[in-house]
């Protein structure tokens, strides 16, 4: 099937916003994952990236792509953080070369890039400039420090770590200033993310054996379940909109079933859901009025659209091979 068909059923929906902006993601119809990009309101994909990339967050300076690469030379593993300009020409290192390179997050500026590497221990964090030179050190924790989320300000980080046992979030200024540890339970807490104006912060938090999405304020108070809900199921992943208002995340409703679940951020209720087969790695347009998520709904793993009501759901891609971990940047 042409992937022209899906996409300009969706660009005519007759009401609100056409999608806009560009998404990379990780296309395997060669057989090892690539980076690809489509840009609205072209209907066709074209790649970005040589074999073994996959993106990372979308540029704040929209000019270039975040990229790890994941290669096996002669029985050694090796990641690395790029960044590829979105016009074409050589990739640039923002990375020395290690076991593990994960979880890159641009400051709010675009400045720089926060991720967490191997390279001098089990895992810790770093700070790399757009710019060049050597990566910043962050933090030097036995246990490690993973899931670095910057704060929309440019003044903090926060992120998981195991420095004290189990794991916990912990915040700390991006100018190597003290560290605070902001949870204090015996289930691990990690994936911290900020709402987009700081005013709070949620993450993935395991209690009677399941991980929920909660959230707290910036200091660590005023923590709860970001819904109230007693059924067996598990969250995995999750993402604010634009505005703070609302979150969607990934549900594991069955050992075969995962739902993408809107949820209004301030009512604490669900307001949309996408079901049917497994559905994962949502993310947001820049304005907020689409969602796009990897689903197996059709068979093979494609990329669909999604008004963030439930509505217009329509499939984006129609390739053989997986099409994946969706980023959408302007």
């Known amino acids: 099937m042409s992937l022209l068909a899906p996409l300009l059923a969706c660009t005519t929906t007759p009401t609100g916003t056409p999608p806009l902006g560009r998404i990379a993601f990780v296309a395997e119809n060669s057989g090892v994952p690539e980076t690809w990009v489509l840009a609205f309101p072209s209907a066709a994909p074209q790649p970005l990236a040589t074999a073994g990339t996959f993106p990372g967050a979308p540029d704040p300076q929209e000019t270039d792509a975040l990229l790890v690469s994941s290669t096996d030379v002669a029985g050694a593993h090796r990641e690395q953080l790029w960044l590829q300009p979105l016009t074409g020409g050589p990739a640039r290192s923002l990375s020395i070369a290690a076991d593990f390179v994960r979880n890159p997050a641009w400051s709010s500026d675009g400045q720089s890039v926060i991720f967490e590497s191997s390279a001098l221990s089990f895992r810790d964090l770093y700070r790399s400039s757009r710019s060049g030179g050597d990566a910043v050190r962050l933090t030097d924790a036995a246990g490690g420090s993973f899931d670095p989320a910057p704060s929309p300000d440019g003044t903090t980080i926060a992120y998981a770590s195991s420095r004290d046992g189990d794991l916990e979030i912990y915040a700390q200024a991006l100018d190597l200033g003290p560290t605070r540890r902001l949870t204090h339970t015996p289930g691990e807490d990690r994936r911290p993310a900020f709402r987009p104006d700081g005013g709070r912060l949620g993450w993935l938090a395991t209690r009677d054996g399941r991980a929920r999405v909660w959230t707290m304020a910036a200091d660590g108070s005023d923590a709860l379940a970001l819904v109230d809900d007693t059924r067996p199921l598990e969250h995995l992943d999750f993402a604010w909109s634009p505005d703070g208002t609302r979150v969607v995340l990934v549900e594991q409703t069955s050992p075969t079933a995962l739902d993408v679940v809107v949820v209004d951020a301030v009512r604490r209720r669900e307001l949309a859901r996408v079901t049917g087969g497994l559905n994962e790695t949502p993310a947001w347009s820049p304005d907020g009025e689409w969602l796009v998520l990897s ?33 959408w940047g302007h």
């Open 295 to 327: 689903s197996t709904r059709s068979g093979d793993r494609e990329l669909w659209l999604v008004r963030p009501d439930g509505t217009a759901l329509r499939q984006l891609t129609d390739r053989k091979g997986a099409d994946w971990l969706p980023r």
